[in-house]
């Protein structure tokens, strides 16, 4: 396919009509001015702090999804009961109980709530067959993933491995290993006649993480893949530079894909149309109150829903319009280390009101946005060494008058 790829390419750059294009004065200006832009989208190089935060926040996520099942998967009401010792019985009775997303979510700060913090893993799969196969489950038998003994036998396999990927030593075997229990696992939730893709941008990043890994093992790296060596830079990166980079790329993708299939599969009516997504909020708040039983979404009209719908259409018409539009230009996020700090704001505001309005939530997708695109710890990093370079210039400018008298 690449090949046919390129073969094509060369086919048109060959094209009388396209040749005199490329030959004409105002496009090498054109392609002069874009070449340093588009150099820039190469990404900035990362240091070593931000690599070692970012793969121990990676690996804490991915382990809150894998499917461990007791007891990883109810640490929120371990650590709740710790907590309230110390802490008003309030914080324990918000945690633990059916209110324990609504803690530091609404209406306090567009964080992940407490229970999707803490040290949970997902809960252990109860399929027993595969009614609706989907991807991977048309060509395997995935339900050992619910076998009882597989599932004790689980936390042994994923915990090391994440353990060692945090460590960034072993990762030929340890990623491909978790990605492949995330797709598994993830396919055969999927195949049970409903799809639910919460978790898909997190096991796209576990692909690309793996295939930038083996690639620089088979281009004969396998010491550095291994973590065995110091990464060095080639080509002006480290694997691990690769491998954020690709990872934000995995995310950026996601966005822009879910933003420009709208328009296209509605045939430019989505805009028009977009308010009627209160009818999904209804639906939701139902599907909801169907799946818990919990009285907090047995709402006959939500209303957010009437909102959209009867009071205020044109409205909800513009905002859904910009949401849409910053899924479309994510790829921004690219550009340098400010537009992906705007930018991964920006996302994280977006899931937090498509959580406030329609009950739709993304935690891992946030998480995602705050470790690869916010990236907190270098800004926090940037501030001290500003402060600092601020403080030294006060002093030298104190010193100096007092010199010269």
């Known amino acids: 396919m ?12 060959r094209h ?15 392609a002069q001015r874009l070449r340093p832009i588009v150099r820039q989208f190469d990404g900035p190089r990362h240091f070593r702090f931000e690599v070692v935060f970012m793969r121990i926040l990676f690996a804490y996520v991915v382990y809150q999804s894998m499917p461990l099942g007791a007891p990883f998967s109810d640490g929120t009401f371990r650590v709740a009961g710790q907590i309230n010792e110390e802490w008003p019985t309030k914080l324990h009775a918000v945690v ?46 995935l339900t050992f993933f619910s076998d009882p003994e597989f599932i004790q036998l689980l936390p042994w396999i994923v915990i090391p491995c994440l353990l060692f990927y945090a460590a960034g030593i072993g990762l030929p075997v340890a990623l491909p290993i978790i990605t492949l229990v995330s797709i598994g696992s993830r396919t055969l939730y999927n195949s049970q ?12 990043v576990l692909v690309a993480q793996t295939a930038v890994v083996l690639w620089h ?36 993708i996601c966005y822009v894909i879910a933003g420009v299939i709208k328009p296209i ?36 009209e939500p209303q957010v829903a009437k909102f959209m719908l009867k009071d205020h259409p044109n409205a909800v018409r513009i905002f859904l319009s910009c949401g849409v539009l910053l899924e479309i230009f994510a790829f921004l996020a690219l550009f340098n280390r400010f537009t992906a700090l705007l930018y991964g704001f920006s996302l994280v505001i ?32 940037w501030l001290f060494l500003r402060r600092r370079r601020v403080r030294q210039e006060q002093e030298v400018g104190e010193v100096e008058p007092a010199a010269a008298v």
């Open 350 to 381: 977006f899931h937090y009101f498509n959580d406030l309005m329609m009950g739709l939530y993304f935690y891992d997708n946030e998480k995602l946005d705050w470790i690869f695109l916010i990236n907190l710890p270098f800004w926090i990093w």
């Open 193 to 204: 006649g409903y799809i639910h893709h919460g978790y898909q941008m997190l096991t796209l």
């Open 217 to 252: 093992g088979f281009r004969g790296n396998w010491r550095e893949a291994f973590g065995l060596r110091r990464a060095e830079a080639k080509n002006g990166r480290t694997v691990w530079d690769r491998m954020i980079r690709y990872s934000q790329w995995m995310i950026v």
């Open 96 to 141: 633990s109980e059916s209110e324990k997303d609504e803690f530091f979510r609404r209406p306090y700060l567009p964080l992940p709530p407490v229970s999707q913090m803490l040290p949970n893993s997902g809960a252990a799969l109860t399929y027993q067959d595969q009614a609706k196969p989907n991807g991977f489950a048309q060509l395997f038998d």
């Open 16 to 30: 009388p009509l396209v040749a005199r294009c490329v030959e004409h004065p105002a496009w090498r200006h054109l």
């Open 265 to 300: 599969r509605s045939d430019g009516e989505w805009f028009k149309n977009s308010h009627y997504i209160g009818i999904q909020v209804v639906k939701t708040h139902r599907q909801n109150y169907y799946s818990s039983l919990e009285e907090k979404w047995n709402i006959p």
């Open 2 to 13: 690449l090949n046919a790829l390129k073969n094509r390419c060369s086919k048109l750059r």
